[in-house]
C-alpha cells in the first residue's frame, strides 16, 4: 500500500459508539491539523475533534518561520502559504501625529541554494488553519467540529475516549493513541495531573484584534508608544484589508467590546475613532510562559501549547508547536504501519521537549527585554537532534561546514540523469527515508531491512546516478566527500557514516528505527478494545 494512500476518514458527524481509530486528536489548532494532515497521507485513521463551531478566528500569531515553510513544503501547504502570505513590512514609529523614523525591524536574508526559504512568512492564523484544513480535507480527512473529549482512560493497548457533541449526543470512541493539541490551557493535560513550570512574565493585559482602519498606509508596521511605557501597534495583515492591532498599558483591565477597541486605539494613536472600522475579532491575552515535564503519559501524547507556552515575542510558539507535531507523526506511522517499537515514540519527547525549553529561554528574553529587532538566530533552521539516541554519527573527519549527524538536511538545486532540473527537497518529500548516496558508496538497497515504499535511495554521482550535481550546490551544502546519509522522514540526519560498509551502516541505522518489524508494513488494524 502507498503510504499516502487513506484508509478510512471521519465526516462531520459523530462516528458509530465503538469507533476504532489509530490516533485520536484533541484540539484543532495549527498543531492538531498538522498532524492530522501528516498521519493521513500515512494512511492511518485518525479523529480530530474540535470543541468549536469553525476554525478559530483571528490574526493571533502571524509569523511562520523557514524552518516551519520547509515542513509546509513536504506537508503541500506551502504554496497556498505564499499566496495568502507576505514578508513583514518596516516598522513606523509615530510621535505628534507623524512618523518619526522607520526601521527594519525584522531582519532580510537573501535565500541561498541551502536555503531558499530566507525569511519569515506572515500569514494570518485564521488563514493559517484555512490552507492547513484545506489540505487535510483535500487528503480525505475532516474535523469534527462542535465536538469535546469529555474524558478518557487508557489501558496496555489503547485509548478509550468519551466525546460528547454540540447537540448533546454522546459517543465512545477507542484509539491506538491520543494526541493533545488542545492548547495552553489543555483539558487532557489537567487530567492527566501534568503542570506546567517556567518563569514569571509580568502580568501585562494586552488587546489584541483585528480591524478595518481608514487613513493609514499599508506599507509600515505602525506602532505608537507612551511615556508610561505602554504601547499600539498596528500590522496590515498580508492577503487581507484588515490590520492587527496590539495594545498594552492601560489603567485596568479593558473588556474586549468593538467599542473599547476603537476608544483605545484612540487613545494610544494619533487616530481618530471614526477612522477605526469593522472590528473582526478581539481578545485580551496575558504573556505566559511554562513548560510540562513530560511529553508523553503511556498513550497520551501533548504537543503545541498544550507542552509549552511562550511568549509571542519572536514568533516562536505556533512554529515550535507544529514542529511538535512533525516529529511526533512520522514515530506514529512507523509504530503503527511498520511495525517499529513502541519505545520509538519516547523519543519524541526526548527530542522535542529540549527544544521548547531553549526556545522559552529565547522567548522569555525577548520579551523581558522589550527589543524591537529580530535576526536569523529565530528561523529555527539551526534546530536540530545531534543528542538524540536515533542520530549516528560515524565520520571521523566531517568537511568544514557540513552538516552533522542530527542537523537539518539543506536544499540543493541539481538536476536528474536527464538533465531535467530538481532539487533535493523533491526527492525528500513524502512521508518516507531518504538514503543519499554521495559519491557512489554502492549501498545496496534490495539488501536494507524497510518496506521499499518507507525508503528512498537517492544516488549523487558514482556509475549510475540518479542527481546530477551540475552546479555544484549539493557539494557546497553537503561536502565534497563520498559518503552515506540517512534523512528522517522530518528531514534531519539520522546517519552519517563514511563509504565504507554503507549497506551495513545504514541497515544498522533503520534498525534503531524500525526495530525487529524492520519495516514491513503491519498495517493499521483495529484496535483492540479495551479489557
Known amino acids: 500500500m502507498e503510504l499516502n494512500n487513506v484508509k478510512e476518514t471521519f465526516g462531520a458527524t459523530l462516528p458509530d459508539d465503538g469507533t476504532a481509530v489509530d490516533v485520536l486528536i484533541a484540539g484543532a489548532g495549527p498543531t492538531g491539523i498538522a498532524l492530522a494532515i501528516d498521519l493521513t497521507r500515512r494512511g492511518l485513521r485518525t479523529l480530530l ?48 501625529g507623524a512618523i518619526a523614523d522607520v526601521t527594519q525591524m525584522i531582519e532580510r536574508v537573501d535565500p541561498t541554494p541551502d536555503n531558499p526559504y530566507s525569511n519569515g ?25 462542535r465536538t469535546e473529549l469529555t474524558a478518557f482512560d487508557q489501558d496496555s493497548a489503547g485509548v478509550t475516549a468519551r466525546l460528547r457533541h454540540a447537540d448533546g449526543a454522546e459517543r465512545t470512541v477507542r484509539g491506538a493513541y491520543l494526541v493533545a493539541t488542545d492548547g495552553g490551557r489543555s483539558t487532557v493535560r489537567r487530567a492527566l495531573g501534568l503542570k506546567m513550570s517556567g518563569p514569571e512574565l509580568e502580568p501585562v493585559a494586552v488587546l489584541l484584534a483585528d480591524v478595518r482602519v481608514d487613513g493609514l498606509d499599508r506599507d509600515h508596521w505602525h506602532r505608537w508608544e507612551s511615556p508610561t511605557g505602554g504601547f499600539a501597534s498596528l500590522l496590515p495583515l498580508a492577503g487581507t484589508e484588515y490590520f492587527q492591532t496590539m495594545i498594552a498599558g492601560f489603567d485596568g483591565t479593558p473588556d474586549t467590546s468593538p467599542e473599547t477597541v476603537r476608544a483605545e486605539l484612540a487613545a494610544h494613536t494619533h487616530l481618530d475613532a471614526a477612522q477605526i472600522g469593522e472590528v473582526l475579532w478581539s481578545s485580551l491575552f496575558r504573556p505566559r510562559a511554562g513548560l510540562v515535564d513530560s511529553y508523553r503519559t503511556g498513550r497520551v501524547f501533548l504537543a503545541g501549547d498544550a507542552a509549552h507556552i511562550h ?23 512507523l509504530v503503527l504501519r511498520h511495525g517499529a517499537p513502541d519505545s520509538l515514540l519516547d523519543t519524541y519527547g526526548t527530542e522535542r521537549r529540549p527544544i521548547a525549553e531553549s ?126 546519509l540517512l534523512i528522517r522522514p522530518d528531514g534531519y540526519l539520522a546517519l552519517a557514516a563514511p563509504p565504507e560498509d ?17 519495516g514491513a508494513d503491519a498495517g493499521a488494524g483495529a484496535v483492540p478494545a479495551a479489557c
Open 49 to 96: 475533534v474540535e470543541r468549536q463551531e469553525h476554525l478559530s478566528p483571528g490574526a493571533r500569531g502571524t509569523g511562520v518561520q523557514p524552518r516551519t515553510q520547509e515542513v509546509y513544503d513536504d506537508l503541500g501547504v506551502l504554496d497556498a502559504a505564499f499566496a495568502v502570505g507576505g514578508l513583514y513590512p518596516e516598522t513606523a514609529r509615530w510621535e505628534n
Open 121 to 145: 512568512l506572515m500569514v494570518p492564523q485564521f488563514r493559517n488553519l484555512e490552507v492547513l484544513y484545506a489540505r487535510l480535507r483535500q487528503l480525505g480527512g475532516e474535523v469534527l467540529f
Open 311 to 333: 511568549s509571542p515575542a519572536g514568533g516562536q510558539g505556533l512554529n515550535t508547536s507544529v514542529q511538535d507535531a512533525y516529529n511526533l507523526g512520522w514515530k506514529l506511522g
Open 359 to 484: 526556545i522559552l529561554d529565547t522567548s522569555t528574553r525577548l520579551h523581558r527585554s522589550r527589543t524591537l529587532e529580530r535576526g536569523r538566530d529565530l528561523h529555527q533552521l539551526g534546530i536540530g537532534y545531534p543528542e538524540s539516541p536515533l542520530t549516528r554519527e560515524l565520520r571521523t573527519d566531517v568537511p568544514e561546514g557540513a552538516p552533522r549527524a542530527g542537523d537539518r538536511a539543506p536544499e540543493a538545486p541539481c538536476t536528474t540523469a536527464d538533465g531535467t532540473p530538481t532539487r533535493l527537497f523533491d526527492a525528500f518529500r513524502g512521508p518516507h527515508f531518504t538514503v543519499l548516496d554521495l559519491g557512489g558508496t554502492g549501498v545496496d538497497a534490495d539488501a536494507l531491512p524497510a518496506d521499499p515504499a518507507l525508503l528512498r535511495v537517492v544516488r549523487v554521482g558514482g556509475p549510475a546516478p540518479d542527481l546530477i550535481d551540475t552546479d555544484g550546490h549539493i557539494r557546497n551544502a553537503y561536502g565534497s566527500a563520498p559518503a552515506v
Open 502 to 518: 554503507a549497506t551495513a551502516q545504514v541497515a544498522a541505522a533503520l534498525g534503531a528505527y524500525l526495530g525487529a518489524g524492520a
